[in-house]
């Protein structure tokens, strides 16, 4: 009881995406504090300069008395001297520094410069420190979104070939669907011939494209970069690279002689899966070879039909076949293989038969 009680008071396990968005958040933080320094530095550089360089000073201007009197004393003489004399506020007279040297013109001039450019230096870094804060703040944000999960949305991100343009009343024909299976190249020549009217047009062709890969396929196509995809050879080469096993899938001639006529399918069956994978041998077979071939792989009552027919061409080979196969249904031509395997059943019979009891 005392253990439980002390695991229903333990703390859960941390969370270590909550650790990662906190180190973040924390990095952003430290940026955010060096931006502030250096502005404070630099305003602290702009006050410093004001005062060990002040441009000028303002002196009031003193009344001055006539020659022939101290400076200082009113002048009692003039029309009426019991008039009083309005006081103005003394005037203030800007009274600028000058060196009276060149040198130091021009040492002033190239400080004024120089502190200009260390001023416009500084205001580039300010700006790019808040360039890249705004851009992690926001990606901070869309990471709390969930946004990220999808990556990039824009729409210059979301067209995948955003120069193509669709041909006035264009109407895409109906493109064939590869599902990752069966042989790339093949995909290639289907989809060109559907869109043989615009052969010249790269920028549509790679435009369409994707509309003729489902599921998996279409997932993938979605994730390379299309900005490498500039005309139709890019894209085919990708495309044959990435499916380039399905063309591992090649049969030779040692596979289409090792086959046979199993029990529960037609001859006609037969012929048209022995076909499929002849199709399939590289170097391509002549016409005579699979005739030669396909006959070597029959058994009787095919064989000894058949066997003089190797001048002709394929499609007749079936077509004789299927005839024989109705001849034997039909009882018009003996079924050697039934008849074989009686013999064997009824040979298996007498050994046991004979078989001597100890």
């Keep these: ?62 009344p001055q008395a006539p020659p022939d009197q101290p400076q200082g004393q009113a002048n009692p003489t003039g029309p009426s001297s019991s008039t009083n004399i309005r006081s103005h506020p003394p005037k203030q007279t800007v009274i600028f520094h000058t060196s009276g040297q060149q040198e130091d013109d021009n040492y002033e001039e190239e400080e004024w410069r120089s502190k200009g450019k260390q001023k416009a230096d500084m205001s580039n870094q300010i700006a790019q420190l808040k360039s890249e804060l705004r851009s992690e703040l926001r990606s901070e944000v869309r990471q709390l979104k969930g946004v990220d999960t999808y990556g990039k949305i824009d729409l210059e991100d979301l067209c995948l070939h955003p120069g193509s343009k669709m041909p006035p009343k264009f109407k895409c ?4 669907k590869y599902n990752g299976k069966g042989c790339p190249l093949a995909h290639l020549k289907l989809y060109i011939g559907s869109l043989s009217d615009f052969i010249d047009n790269e920028s549509l062709l790679l ?75 590289k170097p391509p077979m002549t016409e005579t070879e699979m005739v030669s071939t396909f006959i070597s792989t029959l058994k009787q009552p095919y064989y000894g039909y058949l066997l003089g027919y190797y001048a002709l061409n394929f499609a007749t080979i079936v077509h004789i076949g299927d005839g024989i196969d109705d001849g034997i249904k039909t009882g018009k031509l003996a079924d050697y293989e039934y008849l074989h395997n009686m013999f064997e059943q009824q040979t298996a019979a007498n050994a046991t038969t004979k078989r001597p009891v100890n």
Excluded at 173 to 176: A, R
């Design 207 to 281: 435009q369409l494209f994707q509309r003729s890969l489902p599921k998996e396929a279409l997932d993938w196509y979605s994730t390379i970069d299309h900005t490498k995809l500039k005309v139709w050879r890019d894209l085919a080469e990708v495309f044959l690279d990435h499916f380039r096993f399905n063309t591992t899938d090649v049969a030779n001639r040692m596979d289409v002689q090792r086959m046979y006529k199993k029990s529960t399918e037609t001859f006609k069956q037969y012929a048209h899966r022995w076909r499929g994978v002849a199709a399939r041998v």
């Design 173 to 176: 024909p109906e493109l064939s």
């Design 1 to 62: 009881m005392e253990s439980a009680g002390n695991n229903s008071s333990a703390p859960p396990p941390p969370n270590m995406t909550e650790y990662a968005s906190v180190t973040e958040l924390n990095q952003v933080n430290e940026k955010l504090d060096r931006l502030t320094q250096m502005f404070m530095n630099f305003m602290q550089n702009q006050n410093q300069s004001n005062q060990d360089h002040p441009n000028y000073i303002l002196v009031p201007d003193q």
